[in-house]
């Protein structure tokens, strides 16, 4: 037990070492800069530096980088080695405040949205304080912001961290309004929910779609998937159970609190989850346990698949992204209180959420829009791609007395004189969980449960903080101006449950019902990442952007084009390895397999009778219709191929990619699947769902 904790963050340069190591002064300027922004000063940088370099170099570091996450939704690095030559030909290990605090990394490659021209190369990393430094693989990375040489945020951290300080500065003033003067800063906390596949390495490389795209492009479904719900919870096979052993062991001595592992629906599919942390650290270790996960699987012989939709017909993979709000006291913000004062004070931030969600449908469905989450967004696993929140049914009689301004009519039936109903005592479940709803209350946090598998979640949780931020900062106007605090405390939380709550909804998200009721209401329907990224640019969602300092107009256009043109590539890819399967290798097989039968039946009615040829008359007059319809879905899917050079923006490339390439891959795919179901599994050439599924004991 003392090796398990004692390995638990043994790799992170976190509070421990830098308290052994740094000067008294360093150290409180250090956890000045974390807890409220306070600038380090050369002198301290170069403190930290030094004793971040001896620590590295003791762990057996021999180079650093400055880890950033660029707009690919991967992290990248560029090692330096700490070696330094010095006159007399020997070396000694250098590293500066300056290089800690700042670096230079070539950007030109990076996706920049036309923030600068191809020729230009130069991009910055800047330091993030508030997220530790780590070795991991013989190098100490030190998280960073990146952005583009005239100062444009080009990475998914820097607005991440902006929105994480407007949403700071607007839950301060609230609470100051409710009389705290001692929390000195609000943060959201993120605990994220990683769903994954293993499948066998050998059975990966032998199926092209899954090594350029990471989805299966075809496959006929297998006699036996997840129906029988047996995988589910299930004992875990001992090679996943090696593979998750080695996975935990490296996370922990990272410092990332793995709590949670089980086996999930699908066969071959498997979920983790971390203890919660604040958004900007929670993002880093996202993407460390996505990298890790897949290294690792590489060391047991397996794969391991984030994509959104592997495999057709079974549950897809998502992120769910658990989001609540605490202040540096450790208060949580969205915790029902004990007294009437806390219950205020949760229902204004409960109500904000609310609001938020409402107002901003549009940027919660962009920050999860991807052509693989496209996919599976409104299956039996995941939520709609409509956004509706999930109360339970408990509180939402709550918010419906205090809308109607009448005593709750539960259990305590009592109306308090602080300008709103109090809130009944109820405990974390007193409601059964909706797994179809995409943004659900679980008792003191919001779980966003539309984040794909293998997205960074520091799209939504900028969305998220950006929208709740502006909001809170409307209330606190609001109140700010109010004559009677306890009186327009009760008017603004009563005319936002009013105004609002068309985006509340307890019922099965899956009901096709619910698609013409969420119509009525006037919610949002975006099922495609090129319907929904045009509101991305609206009037309003800039305004709210620039008002919060989050992005500039120009920012927000860049993300815009690299999203759309991300989209597009991917699909286009999808298209050109699809004909690339289909021409090399399926129907030649399917060519070969028919021509066997043709010389089977004509000996077979020679020797015998035509009577005894049923089966291979059938299957070949079968296979050649299905043959020449799958041959006329290639032609005209390579002809939308080759329209793609004749877009003339990323938006027009990305439209046609959804409504002309994916629906002729649908066709060509329903061609494919069939002649597989009744092939000889000898000259079928590529392994089946069944063996792949089901490849890892």
Request: aromatic share 8%; with cysteine; proline share 5%.
């Amino acid at each position: 037990m003392n090796k398990l904790i004692d390995s638990f963050g043994s790799m992170v340069f976190g509070d421990e070492a830098m308290k052994k190591r740094l000067p008294r002064a360093t150290y409180e300027a250090l956890l000045l800069a974390r807890r409220i922004g306070k600038r380090l000063s050369p002198e301290e940088a170069d403190a930290v530096a030094e004793a971040m370099k001896d620590w590295a170099l003791e762990k057996g570091a021999t180079h650093f980088t400055h880890w950033f996450q660029p707009m690919t939704g991967i992290t990248a690095e560029k090692h330096d080695s700490f070696l330094a030559p010095t006159g007399d030909g020997s070396v000694i290990a250098d590293f500066s405040g300056k290089e800690l605090i700042h670096g230079e990394p070539d950007a030109s490659s990076f996706p920049s949205g036309g923030l600068r021209a191809t020729f230009e190369a130069r991009g910055y990393t800047a330091w993030d304080p508030t997220s530790n430094a780590f070795v991991k693989d013989h190098v100490l990375c030190i998280p960073t912001a990146f952005c583009s040489y005239g100062g444009e945020a080009i990475d998914k951290k820097t607005p991440l961290l902006r929105s994480m300080d407007a949403l700071n500065k607007q839950a301060l003033r609230i609470l100051r309004l409710f009389g705290d003067s001692e929390t000195e800063s609000v943060r959201p906390m993120v605990g994220a929910e990683q769903e994954y596949f293993l499948v066998d390495r050998d059975m990966f490389r032998r199926r092209w779609d899954l090594v350029y795209t990471g989805r299966t492009l075809i496959g006929a479904r297998p006699p036996k998937g997840q129906e029988l719900d047996d995988h589910y919870f299930g004992a875990i096979k001992p090679r996943v159970a090696a593979f998750m052993t080695e996975l935990d062991e490296e996370l922990w001595a990272l410092g990332i609190p793995a709590k949670t592992e089980h086996n999930e629906a699908a066969p071959a599919q498997h979920e983790l989850a971390c203890v919660f942390t604040t958004a900007n650290i929670e993002a880093d270790q996202n993407q460390l346990v996505m990298e890790r996960m897949k290294r690792i699987a590489d060391k047991h012989g397996m794969v391991c698949l984030l994509h959104e939709k592997p495999f057709l017909g079974v549950n897809g993979s998502g992120k769910h992204n658990n989001w609540s709000l605490a202040t540096d006291r450790g208060e949580n913000l969205l915790n029902p209180g004990a007294t009437p004062e806390e219950n205020a004070k949760f229902l204004l931030f409960l109500t904000a959420v609310i609001r938020a969600v409402d107002e901003h449908q549009d940027l919660l469905r962009i920050s999860v829009a991807s052509a693989g989450n496209d996919h599976r967004l409104g299956g039996d696993e995941a939520p709609p791609a409509i956004l509706s929140i999930f109360l339970g049914d408990e509180l939402c009689a709550i918010l419906e007395s205090i809308k109607n301004d009448e005593p709750y009519q539960g259990s305590e039936k009592k109306l308090f004189k602080v300008g709103v109903h109090v809130l009944p005592r109820f405990t974390r479940d007193s409601t059964d969980r909706n797994r179809t709803s995409p943004f659900a209350f679980t008792g003191n946090k919001f779980e966003f449960r539309m984040v794909g598998a293998s997205a960074s979640i520091s799209e939504a949780n900028i969305m998220l903080n950006t929208a709740v931020a502006d909001v809170l900062a409307r209330f606190a106007d609001y109140l700010e101006e109010a004559d009677n605090f306890d009186a327009a405390l009760h008017d603004l939380i009563r005319a936002t449950i009013r105004s609002h709550d068309r985006i509340l909804f307890n019922g099965n998200g899956y009901d096709e019902a619910w698609v013409s009721e969420a119509a009525r209401r006037g919610l949002l329907n975006l099922r495609t990442t090129p319907e929904a990224l045009p509101y991305l640019l609206s009037e309003k969602n800039e305004a709210l952007f620039l008002r919060n300092k989050v992005f500039s107009p120009t920012e927000l256009k860049a993300r815009y084009d690299i999203m759309m043109a991300q989209y597009a590539k991917e699909v286009k890819v999808e298209a050109l390895t699809m004909l690339d399967m289909i021409r090399k290798d399926i129907l030649p097989a399917v060519s070969r397999f028919t021509g066997k039968l043709v010389d089977a039946a004509l000996k077979k009615a020679e020797l015998l009778s035509p009577t005894y040829i049923q089966y291979e008359k059938a299957v070949i007059t079968q296979l050649s219709k299905l043959e020449s319809k799958a041959w006329k879905a290639v032609t005209l899917l390579d002809e939308a191929v080759a329209a793609t050079v004749a877009c003339p923006d990323s938006t027009a490339f990305a439209t046609h990619c959804a409504e002309k390439l994916l629906p002729l891959m649908s066709e060509l795919r329903s061609y494919a699947d069939e002649m597989e179901c009744i092939m000889d599994k000898r000259y079928w050439p590529y392994p089946s769902y069944g063996e792949i599924l089901f490849s890892v004991y």
